[in-house]
């Protein structure tokens, strides 16, 4: 079956150190998002990639970092520089805008808990 | 500043009677408006959409109305179930941005009382 793969679930972080999540898709998206959700907040786009080799900031990148080497995988790296780090992080993956959304335009992953101990 | 506002952080209504979710927008470049339905720690299930084009859109249980002039929505839940309690995300594209990305409200926890 075609989907979002997110690893790992839960991970927890050193003050001070570099993680990176990991997500996956064989759903053939050009696009693909990471988003954040802290509690009792909506989802917050971080950033996105349109096509590979090429990705944007969203609306809070400061302390992120992304690559899009490949088609299938987008992984975020949490940063030293990101004071909060801790929160529930959402990757997304949709076709290149052509229709309009559906339930099977986006695609979201089951998310990962980071949290800095 | 928030574009997309769900000013009900929370709603309780009773087992089989309509539960009204509302959302409020800004930004008038908005053109396509999506409902999802969380549980913690899960990703967003999407309910139903919308496009700016229309002012209502149902499917099943779950009918969603658009007041452009208002930049208002509302998502209709009917008759509510129990199954139905859960954290509601209203959502907005843009689609001049040439992709999907999506601006989220803050949610509604709807709790349907038995």
């Known amino acids: 079956d075609g989907g979002i793969t997110q690893s790992p679930k839960y991970l927890f972080r050193k003050e001070g150190q570099n993680v990176t999540l990991s997500c996956e898709q064989n759903?053939?998206?050009?696009?693909m998002y990471w988003y954040r959700q802290d509690p009792g907040q909506g989802l917050r786009l971080i950033y996105y990639s349109q096509i590979v080799n090429d990705f944007q900031k969203g609306d809070i990148a400061e302390g992120y970092s992304v690559s899009r080497e490949k088609k299938e995988s987008f992984p975020l790296t949490v940063t030293s520089a990101q004071k909060n780090p801790t929160a529930f992080y959402l990757c997304?993956?949709?076709?290149?805008?052509?229709?309009?959304?559906?339930?099977?335009?986006?695609?979201f992953g089951e998310g990962s808990w980071l949290t800095v101990v | 500043d928030q574009q997309v506002k769900q000013n009900s952080p929370s709603l309780s209504v009773q087992e089989g009677r309509i539960s009204i979710l509302n959302c409020d927008y800004t930004n008038s470049m908005f053109d396509y408006f999506l409902w999802y339905k969380k549980y913690p720690a899960e990703g967003p299930t999407f309910l139903i959409s919308?496009?700016?084009?229309?002012d209502k859109n149902e499917d099943g249980r779950f009918t969603v109305f658009l007041n452009k002039s208002a930049k208002h929505l509302s998502l209709h839940i009917v008759p509510s179930q129990p199954g139905d309690s859960a954290v509601y995300f209203c959502?907005?594209?843009?689609?001049?941005?040439?992709?999907?990305?999506?601006?989220f409200g803050k949610g509604t926890k709807l709790s349907v009382i038995p």
């Open positions: 959502a907005a594209i843009y689609s001049g941005a040439g992709s999907y990305q999506l601006t």
């Open positions: 759903l053939n998206h050009d696009a």
């Open positions: 919308i496009s700016s084009i229309k």
């Open positions: 997304a993956s949709s076709p290149r805008m052509s229709n309009p959304p559906t339930g099977n335009t986006i695609y």
